[in-house]
């Protein structure tokens, strides 16, 4: 049976690892391609490597960045932050990326998810869609990391990028990201439902309970994680045997 | 003994992945996209990731698909990975009908609805015959898929290994010189690693 993946997420910004607490106080956790390697040998089952730099000068670094990974790291990995050309995408997929995150450009130029799954495969398309609950209800779907309210449904927005080819979509909660309270299971579960490509659910998850608690109440094919693995409070093996006793399948 | 491994460029996918792993394999493989240059090799990886009309087209264009027809000819090794694999087979029903190098009798079909595709992750691999390539892999390890299609081979015979994903599809296959894997021993951390290495490490002139 197809696994429940298990994904450390990466934020970089100058080559360095960095995790943001809901988006602002950074903290250095050390070099990118050693961590990665790391949590290969781990049993992680793939690695999400966000740019938050997100600035045109560092588009050679993030490059680079997805070179000198591959040259250590024998599981799949996702580049993401300020993607928004084709050039870019076919840059970091030649430099060695399996596939790239679009989000705020996806936004502004829903053609780009089009354009870019018919030319390098939907299978390295994904979509990043930072949510966030609406007062009135629903959710509604922010860019450019987090600050700017689109005016788009998170639900319907999911369903048109699997319209326009993307492979997989990636569901962070604005409310919940960086504070280790669980995942949005509502949104992420609403997601779900409505698509059917592999959704990762992203934000909040503090604990394994959260963990779990996500893979059992919203359908999603993998949860994304930062802080709890990074500070070694819970290590890849020991996560999935808790998983595993809870009769979630996963790669041991 | 370290034999010259060659990795086809066709202009489909990230060969560097599998150049990087044969790397940390221990083995040094070479990207060439030259039809002439084939023969120098001791064993050959046609990788690729995209449509199947695509890579059809671009392999016909270069001259690469007689001429790897050529090369299994003479006995030599040659492992196709994901579309690579499907390339083997006859006939793909990927966008219409699509005829491949026919080297294995075969349909490539689309997954069933009523699971998820492309079937992206990692799953079990039942080994159904026991061949060099499973060299220290145990039965029902994991590996990386990421695939809409999977190959149906005429001939049960081919099949060395199966998965599941909405049914039963042959993931690994192989007969004489010729071998396929649907999933990426690339990226598939230590054990994909492995499966690079017994192929390395396979004498040319392929066994069973």
């Known amino acids: 049976m197809l696994a429940k993946r298990i994904i450390p997420c990466l934020d970089v910004k100058n080559a360095r690892v960095v995790k943001g607490v809901n988006f602002i106080d950074l903290q250095d956790a050390g070099d990118p391609v050693e961590l990665a390697a790391y949590y290969d040998r781990e049993g992680a089952d793939e690695l999400v490597f966000l740019d938050i730099t997100a600035s045109h000068e560092n588009r050679d670094t993030i490059i680079e960045l ?112 960086g504070t280790r309270i669980g ?35 919203t359908g999603c094919d993998a949860v994304l994680a930062a802080s709890i693995f990074h500070y070694k409070e819970h290590a890849i093996a020991g996560t999935k045997q808790f998983l595993r006793g809870r009769n979630i399948e996963v790669r041991l | 003994m370290n034999y010259r491994i060659g990795i086809i460029d066709y ?76 390339l083997f087979l006859t006939t793909s029903y990927e966008h219409g009908e699509q005829r491949g190098l026919g080297v294995i009798p075969g349909k490539v079909k689309r997954l069933p609805d009523n699971v998820k595709v492309p079937h992206m992750g990692w799953n079990s691999v039942s080994i159904t015959r026991e061949v060099p390539l499973w060299s220290g892999i145990e ?33 690994a296959v192989g007969r004489n010189n010729v071998w396929g894997f649907q999933f990426h021993p690339e990226k598939s951390s230590t054990l994909g690693l492995r499966i690079l290495k017994n192929f390395a490490e396979m004498a040319p002139g392929g066994t069973t």
């Not at chain 1, 780009?112 to 007062?135: M, N, P, T």
């Open chain 1, 66 to 177: 997805a070179g000198r990974v591959g040259d250590e790291v024998f599981i799949p990995y996702t580049i993401g932050g300020g993607i928004g050309t084709l050039e870019m995408i076919r840059d970091l997929l030649a430099a060695g990326a399996d596939k790239v995150s679009i989000n705020t450009a996806a936004v502004n130029n829903p053609d780009l998810v089009r354009e870019s799954a018919e030319k390098f495969g939907s299978q390295c398309i994904v979509v990043a869609i930072d949510g966030k609950a609406r007062r009135d209800g629903g959710f509604e779907v922010y860019t450019h990391g987090g600050r700017t309210p689109s005016g788009l449904d998170v639900v319907e927005w999911a369903r048109k990028v699997e319209k326009l080819g993307a492979g997989e979509i990636m569901l962070t909660s604005m409310d919940r990201d």
């Open chain 2, 11 to 86: 202009g489909m996918g990230n060969l560097r992945s599998v150049e990087k792993g044969f790397g940390k394999a221990g083995f040094k493989a070479e990207i060439s996209d030259r039809v002439e240059e084939l023969m120098e090799f001791d064993a050959l990886v046609l990788p690729g990731v995209g449509a199947f009309g695509n890579a059809m087209n671009r392999l016909r264009d270069m001259g690469m698909d007689k001429a790897i027809l050529d090369y299994i000819d003479t006995g030599r090794n040659m492992l196709g990975i994901c579309l690579g694999m499907q």
């Open chain 2, 139 to 171: 039965d029902n390890s994991m590996f990386y898929f990421v695939h809409s299609y999977y190959c149906d081979p005429d001939d049960d015979a081919w099949t060395t290994g199966t998965s599941f994903h909405g049914k039963e599809f042959a993931c």
């Open chain 1, 183 to 217: 995942y949005d299971i509502p949104m992420t579960k609403a997601v779900c439902d409505a698509i059917s490509i592999p959704v990762i659910a992203s934000g909040g998850a503090g604990t394994l309970e959260h963990l779990a608690e996500a893979i059992e109440l």
